[in-house]
């Protein structure tokens, strides 16, 4: 299997994440054909580790959890979609935060003045940890759930939902 489309995803994020703090690779940036041949080498994976062979020939173990992270990525590429990586000790700006939570930054301001997500100052201008506000998102994520189950559940109970 030739490795020259998995180097040119790796090559493509490498030069992206220079330039950010976040690496992002846009819908049709890599060829379809590229993905076809990256995601046939992940599927023989299985998600196991596997071994890359780079442009001078050396052998490089891929661990399980990257060819998973791999794998993800080409599906979400193949379906037009972009993908953003970011380490989770980034930090944001308020307009970031506001737009991984799918909030208005007013309404995040109100959070962070509440105390519902940790922030530190640069000056006048506050920064989030891309992990708070990761971790805030599972919160309203999981109290979303458990609200959804007990509406559910009490529409059962009154013979509204079969």
Same mark, same amino acid.
Do not use: C, W
């Given at each position: ?8 995803l ?6 992206l994440?220079? =330039?950010?703090?976040a690496?992002?690779i846009r819908p ?6 590229e *993905?076809?041949?990256?995601e046939?080498?992940?599927a023989? !994976?299985g998600g196991a ?9 050396d052998t490089v ?5 990257l060819?998973g992270? *791999?794998?993800a990525i080409v599906?979400h590429?193949?379906a037009?979609h972009g ?12 307009v970031?935060?506001?737009?991984? *939570?799918?909030?208005?930054r007013p ?13 530190? =100052?640069?000056?006048?201008?506050r ?7 990761? !971790?805030?998102?599972?919160g309203q994520? !999981?109290?979303?759930?458990?609200a959804?189950a007990e509406?559910?559940?009490q !529409?059962?109970?009154?013979? *509204?939902?079969d």
């Amino acid at each position: 299997m030739s490795s020259n489309g998995v180097l040119h995803l790796f090559h493509l994020a490498r030069t992206l994440g220079s =330039m950010t703090n976040a690496v992002e690779i846009r819908p049709g940036s890599v060829e379809a054909r590229e *993905l076809a041949v990256i995601e046939g080498a992940l599927a023989r !994976a299985g998600g196991a580790a596997t071994r890359l062979v780079d442009a001078e020939g050396d052998t490089v173990e891929i661990p399980a959890e990257l060819v998973g992270a *791999l794998h993800a990525i080409v599906r979400h590429l193949k379906a037009g979609h972009g993908v953003s990586v970011a380490s989770l000790q980034a930090e944001l700006t308020t307009v970031e935060a506001a737009e991984l *939570l799918n909030v208005s930054r007013p309404h995040l301001i109100k959070l962070v003045e509440g105390g519902a997500l940790p922030f530190r =100052m640069v000056g006048t201008h506050r920064r989030l940890r891309l992990v708070d506000v990761l !971790a805030y998102r599972d919160g309203q994520d !999981a109290a979303a759930r458990e609200a959804l189950a007990e509406l559910t559940r009490q !529409a059962e109970d009154l013979g *509204l939902y079969d």
